[in-house]
């Protein structure tokens, strides 16, 4: 079989998850090239998992490779530049969330992609995780009636390495990390609807030494067909991740949860290796967690994408539903910061979302 060929930036958390995927769900792929800003780095990854070659230069790994996929793992500040840079190179892009830092990098990606005929493939893999995709295919067929509402969380005790915590890397806090999560899985499961305005409130209560951006935000977006969203995001969690969504409408209800029901329950006096995601420790009553990958999503959205570059066909999820979810993502630091709601289509000119929330300008 002709295989696509694949090259991953970045050798962190997010990128094993990206080749436990591609390894055993995604054959349609070869990833021949990771980066890394460290060498070792890079050349520890490849030699994990049998990858020919490592850079920790993005520009020599464009020129010297041949992938015709560039897989985005980095930090947040990184994605714009490297997404250009690829785009510039005539590769197709699957970029991790958010999609860049600022609506202005966000235009610039989109307009570059456009420019040199390439894809634009924003990874939020909530629309693709198996439990939440069944939940959506149940509102398309009309199960619970006219949706009034729906609700999603995610929730841990924090991220594993210190550049989630840099408002100047990362843009923002938990709502830049994961609240994005829920906003893009609402736009999906609605349709794309029209945002009419947001509510947001947010703190830090656990992590005031390590970061200026907040650990604990809920927003409340209200949709212009009348559907409530409320979108709860948290890094003061403590136990391992929790992970669910709820759906209200007219006719019933559902809820699904990504961890509870894929786990088994254990007890261990001493505690073990790896339990769940985030999990503090795994001393004493955990849930241990099996098929975490897929259960999320990754493997699904990663053979979409590959299957859009190899048909030429339109992903699900694109640049724009990555802008629009940033758009979104404005208006909630705003209106926390504001102390009101906020109504879009919101920009403002800032160097970081997260200032609308630091350093707002009240009427």
Not at 76 to 90: D, M, Q, R, S, T
Not at 158 to 184: E, K, N, Q, R, S
Not at 269 to 291: C, L
Request: negative net charge; proline residues 3%.
């Amino acid at each position: 079989m002709n295989r696509t060929k694949v090259a991953i930036i970045g050798a962190g958390f997010i990128s094993d998850i990206h080749l436990e995927s591609y390894h055993r769900f995604v054959p349609e792929a070869e990833v021949v090239a990771v980066y890394a800003r460290n060498l070792d780095k890079a050349k520890a990854f490849a030699e994990k998992y049998h990858i020919a070659t490592w850079f920790n230069d993005v520009d020599q790994l464009l020129a010297e490779t041949d992938a015709e996929v560039i897989d985005i793992c980095v930090p947040n500040y990184l994605h714009a530049e490297v997404c250009i840079k690829a785009a510039k190179a005539k590769k197709h892009i699957i970029i991790e969330k958010p999609l860049a830092v600022t609506i202005e990098q966000a235009d610039e990606m989109i307009a570059v992609c456009k420019e040199n005929n390439v894809k634009l493939m924003y990874a939020e893999e909530l629309c693709f995780a198996p439990k939440y995709e069944r939940a959506r295919s149940l509102v398309t067929e009309g199960a619970v009636g006219e949706v009034y509402m729906l609700k999603q969380a995610e929730k841990h005790s924090g991220p594993h390495t210190d550049w989630f915590y840099d408002i100047d890397l990362a843009g923002g806090g938990v709502l830049m990390d994961m609240g994005c999560h829920a906003l893009g899985w609402f736009r999906w499961v609605l349709n794309y609807a029209r945002v009419k305005d947001v509510y947001a409130t947010m703190s830090t209560v656990l992590h005031k030494g390590r970061t200026k951006g907040e650990d604990n935000a809920v927003v409340i977006v209200e949709f212009e067909n009348g559907v409530t969203c409320v979108a709860e995001s948290s890094w003061a969690k403590h136990g391992g991740m929790d992970d669910r969504c709820e759906i209200y409408g007219t006719g019933g209800v559902v809820y699904a949860d990504l961890f509870m029901g894929n786990s088994a329950l254990t007890y261990s006096k001493d505690g073990y290796g790896y339990a769940m995601e985030k999990v503090d420790s795994s001393a004493g009553w955990t849930f241990t967690i099996f098929e975490e990958a897929f259960n999320q999503g990754y493997p699904q959205e990663l053979k979409h994408f590959i299957e859009c570059v190899r048909k030429d066909k339109t992903p699900i999820v694109t640049g724009e539903d990555g802008r629009a979810v940033l758009e979104i993502i404005y208006a909630a630091y705003a209106s926390a910061g504001l102390g009101k709601k906020v109504a879009l289509p919101y920009y403002a000119k800032v160097e970081k979302p997260i200032d609308l929330w630091l350093n707002p300008k009240h009427d």
